[in-house]
């Protein structure tokens, strides 16, 4: 995993705002985005040999995962050109399909706090707000904006091997222990690699690289939902086998499904989308606290709470509306994940794998603020927007999700009649409860 010097690696400007509840708001104008490494070309470190081409490795340079680490290089990124990233002010535009010299697809970026770290956020006994355009993210897309547990340097110094760290974007995980993910702890992950058979430029090796995810904002133009993954590790940490979920999804060290608040799914399903009281025909903000059980920065995590402003007004979120579950909740508390959960009939990996206080834990740590939009070949985003499982009544409460039809979201069509779509965040704000917004956003 070493350095290549093709193409300077600049990091595009993403200020944003520290805000306390005495001293009003600051602007953090070193902020910086950094692609992820899995974007990137992976070249030979004596030339311009292609490491992976497509999404399969290139078995002369990459034997075995130690030898690839130590052969194949990441170079720097061309993030409009070849990515479709770009940044304006403190606005940051993500493009779905980028046709530069090659296609590309989506993309994932870290906040740094420096050309080589990523910025820690430790967001217990804070709120975390920022504004976003779905406008023009429609059914299969997500638009997503969370923190995971990453290193600081990327894995750096845990894992010397590491050569390029958080500069280029390396040491990703999350709470799906992904494994498409090219090195894991300073290691190809080559060995072992299926190329994909749905997905040109991705496939799955032997390690998946698991962490505490705390997803604030997934969403499109029809839905969104907002939540917690806490897992058993407390790191980054690689997982081969069973503890990546492969075989048994709940097998997993880490919980796949979270507790999520979807206002449609629970049961309000006037509140989000075009035209509604969250109008996502024109931008909007999006508040979250994280409340403790002591109100201090050091207590336990006990609420995570949303509120919107859209046109000089403030909205509360949605109160629940599902039989079995108090009316009076618009916020997610272990009481909501636990009756949830059993109003649904879901798997209650959440509660299992550590529920809110295990969440709080990784919060506490510090997380890395991840900013992507993604199509999905697994399920077609069905889970967010539209009924899931697609064999189930759609009346029956938890399987609605949003009105995008269960045959949408197949990333073959949509790369094609949505490749113009995108997602744009902007004016990031962190700081104290209630420091951060007001009825004007
Ligand atoms: C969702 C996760 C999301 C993940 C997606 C696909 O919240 O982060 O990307 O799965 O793996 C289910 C689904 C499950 C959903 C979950 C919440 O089986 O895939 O998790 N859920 O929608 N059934 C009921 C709830």
């Not at 958080?166 to 040491?171: D, E, N, S």
């Not at 990546?244 to 097998?251: I, M, S």
């Amino acid at each position: 995993q070493q350095v290549g010097t093709n193409t300077a690696e600049v990091h595009p400007s993403l200020p944003w705002q520290k805000c306390t509840t005495s001293g009003g708001c600051v602007t953090q104008s070193s902020g910086k985005i950094v692609l992820d490494s899995n974007w990137r070309w992976l070249h030979s470190t004596t030339g311009y040999t292609n490491c992976y081409t497509g999404n399969t490795w290139d078995a002369t340079l990459c034997p075995d995962g130690t030898t690839c680490a130590a052969n194949c290089a990441l170079d720097g990124a061309d993030y409009s050109g070849t990515y479709g990233i770009t940044t304006s002010g403190n606005a940051l535009t993500l493009k779905f399909v980028t046709n530069g010299q090659q296609k590309n697809i989506g993309s994932r970026v870290y906040l740094m706090a420096s050309d080589t770290e990523y910025e820690m956020f430790k967001v217990l006994n804070q709120e975390f707000t920022f504004d976003v355009d779905v406008s023009n993210l429609p059914c299969g897309l997500n638009g997503a904006l969370y923190f995971s547990q990453m290193d600081a340097d990327g894995g750096m110094s845990r894992f010397p091997t590491n050569k390029a760290g958080a500069k280029y974007g390396t040491g990703y995980c999350d709470s799906q222990c992904p494994r498409d993910i090219k090195f894991i702890n300073g290691v190809a992950n080559s060995d072992g690699w299926t190329p994909s058979s749905t997905d040109v430029n991705a496939g799955t090796g032997q390690y998946g690289t698991c962490c505490n995810e705390m997803d604030v904002w997934e969403a499109n133009n029809n839905a969104a939902a907002y939540t917690p993954h806490p897992c058993t590790v407390t790191e980054q940490t690689r997982c081969e086998g069973d503890a990546c979920g492969t075989t048994d999804r709940y097998a997993s060290v880490c919980d796949p499904d979270g507790c999520d608040f979807n206002s449609f799914r629970m049961g309000d399903k006037t509140f989000y989308g075009a035209g509604m009281t969250v109008d996502t025909t024109k931008k909007f903000t999006v508040v979250t606290q994280f409340i403790t059980d002591d109100g201090t920065a050091s207590g336990t995590l006990s609420e995570i709470r949303r509120i919107y402003v859209q046109d000089g007004k403030v909205i509360q979120n949605s109160n629940v509306n599902i039989p079995g579950i108090d009316s009076s909740i618009n916020s997610i508390t272990s009481d909501f994940c636990d009756q949830q959960k059993t109003a649904f009939g879901d798997n209650t990996s959440f509660q299992d794998k550590g529920g809110l206080a295990g969440m709080s834990k990784g919060l506490a740590d510090g997380m890395v603020l991840v900013l992507s939009v993604w199509d999905d070949h697994a399920v077609n985003m069905l889970w967010l927007d539209s009924d899931y499982p697609t064999d189930a009544d759609p009346s029956t409460p938890g399987i609605a999700r949003g009105t995008c039809s269960t045959s949408s979201g197949k990333p073959t069509d949509i790369e094609t009649s949505e490749a113009n779509a995108s997602v744009i965040y902007s004016n990031i704000r962190f700081g104290d409860l209630n420091s951060t917004y007001s009825a004007s956003g």
